[in-house]
C-alpha cells in the first residue's frame, strides 16, 4: 500500500517522460516502477524517486569519465532518517552532494537529513528537496544511453535499499525543474508599502450676495 500519494505525486509534477530500457530484476529487496523521468525504488519507509543519471554528450559515458545521478527521497515513517552513503559497483567512489543553503554552490556532504512524512530540508530559497545529488567518480566501464547504473543508498534506520538510476538519451531528454539551480539564488521580493499623497482640494469661491453693488 502505497502511503502519501498525494505528496509524491506533487514531487513528480512536471517532469517529462521519456522512453527507458528495461530495468534489472531479481533482488526480492527492491520495487521498481517506471518513473516520469527515472526509476523509483522503495523499502521498508524510505522512497527514491526518478533517480536518472544526467545524459552522456554522445550516445554513452566512457571509462574514467565522471557523472551525476539526481533523485528524490521521501520519508514514510512518523520519524526523521538519515542517507548516510551511496555505493556502486560501476564507479570508484560517490559523493553525496548538496545545497543546502541554495547559494548555487553544492558541497559534499556526510549525510542528508530526511523529514518525517517528508523529504530532505528545503533550502532557504529552492523548492522542495531538489538542492542535493551525487557525484559519481571514475566509471570502470562504458555505460551507454538507455541502460542504468545500479545505486545502494543506505540509511540510518531504513537500512538499504538499491536502486538502477537511468541513463537517459540525451536528444529526447528534458530536464526536471530544480527548486535550487545551481548559480540562481531566488530572491523573496520585499513588500513596500506607499504613502498616500492626499491632494489639496480647492475651495469654490463663495457667491456673491444678490443686490450687492
Request: net charge negative; hydrophobic share 30%; with cysteine.
Amino acid at each position: 500500500m502505497i502511503r502519501n500519494h498525494g505528496r509524491r505525486t506533487m514531487l513528480a509534477t512536471g517532469l517529462a517522460a521519456v522512453l527507458i530500457g528495461s530495468l534489472a530484476c531479481g533482488n526480492p529487496q527492491k520495487r521498481l516502477e517506471s518513473g516520469p523521468v527515472g526509476a523509483n525504488a522503495s523499502a521498508h519507509t524510505m522512497e527514491v524517486l526518478n533517480a536518472y543519471v544526467e545524459p552522456p554528450k554522445g550516445s554513452a559515458y566512457h571509462p574514467g569519465e565522471d557523472a551525476i545521478v539526481f533523485f528524490t527521497l521521501y520519508n514514510n515513517a512518523d520519524v526523521p532518517d538519515e542517507l548516510r552513503s551511496v555505493e556502486t559497483s560501476k564507479a570508484t567512489e560517490v559523493r553525496i552532494k548538496w545545497d543546502a543553503d541554495c547559494d548555487g554552490s553544492a558541497e559534499p556532504a556526510a549525510f542528508l537529513p530526511v523529514h518525517p512524512n517528508g523529504t530532505v530540508p528545503e533550502p532557504p530559497e529552492g523548492g522542495p528537496g531538489t538542492a542535493y545529488h551525487l557525484e559519481l567518480f571514475g566509471l570502470e566501464e562504458e555505460v551507454r544511453e538507455g541502460t542504468t547504473i545500479p545505486l545502494v543508498f543506505t540509511f540510518e534506520k531504513a537500512g538499504e535499499l538499491t536502486v538502477d538510476a537511468v541513463v537517459p538519451p540525451e536528444e529526447s531528454f528534458e530536464a526536471p525543474p530544480k527548486g535550487c539551480e545551481p548559480g540562481v539564488v531566488t530572491e523573496t521580493p520585499t513588500e513596500t508599502t506607499e504613502t498616500a499623497t492626499t491632494e489639496p482640494t480647492e475651495v469654490p469661491d463663495s457667491p456673491e450676495p444678490e443686490g450687492t453693488p
